[in-house]
């Protein structure tokens, strides 16, 4: 374990959540049968549209009236600046009810879509404003304002999924500072920064809170004590006026971009998306899958922050990873099904069960191709994404996770 002065830096960070801390009244996956009648669902869900392709139709009216077709998504894709493909008309040919249901669980096509289109406002903004520069906020400075913040918002009584919202725009604001000033300048002014950012969640929020800003600014002094602790050199005389201030500086940076997609958006609607698509057949995992991929987003959002130069760990990246392992970890669908075309079986298996601390791969049910392939597109359908991006994605997932794993051994081991 490493000590800086004498704070313990692996005691502000979270460890990666054991499946018996996530769901303490369940030890064990949900399971997931596939019952006859949602087997041949998903066989007519994938035989209807290859049908539809090969009769080069998009009419709705082709299609068998079966309420268990999923939605056909466009061959059609726009590239974004992050070269990346997102989907459009996503629910162009979904049955009414479908549309319905997805509109009254807050899931809809559109919404995926405006999600989509954000981030990506968002990170290209970043990457314009730091001028390429390769300066990154210090692993362990950075925990100490996440640390705050969850203070702060605790305080303020808001949500705790808004400590995603809290970190997407400390890690943006950063980003953008540092392509012009220098770390020495960014952590001088990261006690006002970080109570600034914890203010602004709660406007954005339109949430008074039980705590004054007064209040606020008083976890701001401390961290410019726990920063002093570890040898940082930081503002600390803080005051409420300089909390104010430092707000306009980062809506100036963020150019007043809040509310934002974080990983927490996407697997929530990840989730809604799917059970819906599935007609609840599979609500039991999907709740699961929902809670388990929150608790280990947040462990990869301590470690690895947003808007890296390399364009990794965007929260996109990160939701759909988490989606697809856990799925998988429930034995929804075969690890084998999700891995990219140029990565050796055995590496793949050998990167699951290490990420995962696991001593055996998990067991799914064996199922006809055409079945798995109506999986694999009712899950691509769910994420408005193509197979391979999916792939990537759970790929970069298991790597930061393994990431994870190997530095907390080693810091066992010290």
């Given at each position: 374990m490493v000590h800086q002065g004498s704070v313990c830096v692996s005691s502000i960070s979270c460890e990666m959540p054991s499946r018996e801390q996530v769901l303490p009244d369940s030890p064990e996956t949900p399971k997931t049968p596939l019952h006859v009648h949602q087997q041949w669902s998903m066989y007519r869900m994938y035989e209807c549209e290859q049908t539809s392709r090969m009769k080069g139709s998009n009419d709705t009216k082709q299609r068998p009236s079966d309420n268990k077709i999923a939605p056909k998504v466009p061959e059609k894709a726009v590239e974004n600046s992050s070269a990346r493909e997102a989907?459009?008309?996503?629910?162009?040919?979904m049955p009414e009810e479908l549309l319905d249901a997805l509109d009254s669980r807050y899931a809809s096509g559109a919404l995926l879509q405006r999600y989509a289109s954000t981030e990506v406002e968002m990170a290209d903004m970043v990457q314009n404003k730091r001028f390429n520069s390769n300066r990154v906020l210090p692993a362990d400075a950075r925990q100490v304002c996440l640390k705050a913040l969850e203070v702060c918002l605790?305080?303020?009584?808001?949500?705790?999924?808004?400590?995603?919202?809290?970190?997407?725009?400390?890690?943006?604001?950063?980003?953008?500072?540092?392509?012009?000033?220098?770390?020495?300048?960014?952590?001088?002014?990261l006690p006002a920064i970080t109570t600034a950012v914890a203010t602004l969640i709660r406007k954005d929020a339109t949430q008074k809170g039980y705590a004054t800003l007064a209040a606020l600014t008083r976890v701001g002094a401390k961290v410019a004590e726990w920063l002093e602790t570890l040898g940082y050199h930081?503002?600390?005389?803080?005051?409420?006026?300089?909390?104010?201030?430092?707000?306009?500086?980062?809506?100036?940076?963020?150019?007043?971009?809040l509310g934002s997609a974080t990983a927490y958006s996407w697997i929530?609607?990840?989730?809604?998306?799917?059970?819906?698509?599935?007609?609840?057949?599979?609500?039991?995992?999907?709740?699961?899958?929902?809670?388990?991929?929150?608790?280990?987003?947040?462990?990869?959002?301590?470690?690895?922050?947003?808007?890296?130069?390399?364009?990794?760990?965007?929260?996109?990246?990160?939701?759909?990873?988490?989606?697809?392992?856990?799925?998988?970890?429930?034995?929804?669908?075969?690890?084998?099904?999700?891995?990219?075309?140029d990565i050796d079986p055995a590496e793949w298996q050998a990167l699951f069960l290490e990420s995962q601390q696991k001593g055996e791969l998990p067991?799914?049910?064996?199922?006809?191709?055409?079945?798995?392939?109506?999986?694999l597109y009712l899950l691509s359908s769910t994420c408005g994404s193509?197979?391979?991006?999916?792939?990537?994605?759970?790929?970069?997932?298991?790597e930061q996770m393994r990431a994870v794993v190997r530095t907390a051994t080693l810091a066992a081991r010290a």
């Open positions: 989907l459009v008309d996503l629910d162009e040919n605790g305080l303020t009584g808001l949500d705790p999924s808004k400590r995603f919202d809290a970190a997407l725009l400390l890690d943006a604001h950063c980003a953008v500072v540092l392509g012009t000033s220098s770390v020495e300048d960014l952590v001088f002014d930081c503002d600390g005389t803080l005051t409420q006026e300089d909390v104010l201030r430092q707000e306009k500086l980062v809506l100036a940076s963020v150019e007043w971009r929530n609607i990840f989730s809604q998306r799917f059970d819906v698509l599935t007609h609840g057949s599979y609500t039991q995992v999907v709740d699961w899958a929902k809670v388990s991929a929150t608790a280990a987003s947040s462990t990869l959002m301590v470690h690895f922050p947003a808007f890296q130069a390399n364009g990794s760990c965007q929260p996109r990246q990160t939701g759909q990873g988490l989606w697809a392992l856990y799925l998988v970890i429930a034995g929804l669908v075969p690890l084998d099904s999700l891995r990219p075309r067991q799914h049910v064996k199922m006809e191709d055409s079945v798995l392939n109506g999986l193509r197979l391979e991006v999916l792939q990537q994605d759970l790929l970069r997932t298991m």
